[in-house]
């Protein structure tokens, strides 16, 4: 069955780095997304992407963030100057854009630690 | 703001017995999914509920929707511990394709 992949699985990072996290969405799917999760809370939004461009992007998505589709396959989030508060899981998710009868796949996640 | 309610937070039960997983939103929406989460990993879709009265079943769980109370509810029948997760219940605003809200979770575990 076709998934969504992220990489890297665990990224350290020193407060102020940039960080760069990846994922491959399933090669059919539209709609893409980036949500996180802080350890034992609930799952957050952050940004959402159709047609090349962000259609939704939550409060937590401020200037030091930024998403791009470099390519046909890869989606990706920047974090331009990590703070110890960025720590947490980031969830890489797509749909295939057919009104929401189908549920968004999630990734594996990217476990982000800012030391 | 759409606010999504679990209860219980937390769950501990014997295996065989029966429960349910309440989840309350504060929207209109007739768009509801279950997603299941073992630790440290990532979210598994269970169900996706789209109209009022939809019910679904998959072995030992079934969701269901009642969109006029705005309540979704999970029941577990005869618990194994295979079960043991944390579940989250998540709604959209209708339109599909656009950001979910996730409910708090339930952290169920089955005690053989």
């Known amino acids: 069955e076709p998934e969504v992949t992220q990489t890297p699985s665990h990224q350290v990072t020193q407060m102020g780095q940039e960080v760069i996290l990846r994922c491959v969405p399933i090669s059919n799917h539209l709609y893409f997304y980036w949500y996180r999760q802080i350890l034992g809370q609930k799952v957050e939004f952050l940004v959402s992407f159709y047609n090349n461009e962000i259609s939704e992007k939550s409060e937590i998505f401020d200037d030091q963030f930024s998403v791009e589709r470099p390519d046909g396959s890869n989606f990706t989030l920047k974090i331009r100057s990590t703070k110890l508060e960025d720590s947490a899981m980031y969830f890489c998710?797509?749909?295939?854009?057919?009104?929401?009868?189908?549920?968004?796949?999630f990734g594996d996640g990217t476990r982000l630690s800012i030391l | 703001e759409l606010k999504v309610e679990q209860n219980p937070l937390f769950l501990s039960m014997q295996e065989g017995k029966n429960y349910t997983i309440y989840c309350n939103y504060s929207t209109t929406s007739d768009r509801l999914y279950w997603y299941r989460q073992d630790p440290g990993k990532s979210l598994e879709s269970l169900f996706v509920l789209l109209s009022n009265g939809a019910v679904k079943q998959e072995g030992r769980l079934m969701a269901s929707l009642d969109t006029k109370a705005r309540l979704s509810t999970l029941h577990i029948t005869a618990a194994v511990h295979d079960l043991s997760a944390t579940y989250f219940c998540?709604?959209?605003?209708?339109?599909?394709?656009?950001?979910?809200?996730f409910g708090t979770g339930t952290r169920l575990t089955i005690i053989p």
């Open positions: 998540a709604v959209d605003r209708d339109f599909g394709n656009e950001k979910l809200t």
């Open positions: 998710a797509s749909s295939v854009g057919d009104s929401g009868n189908q549920p968004q796949h």
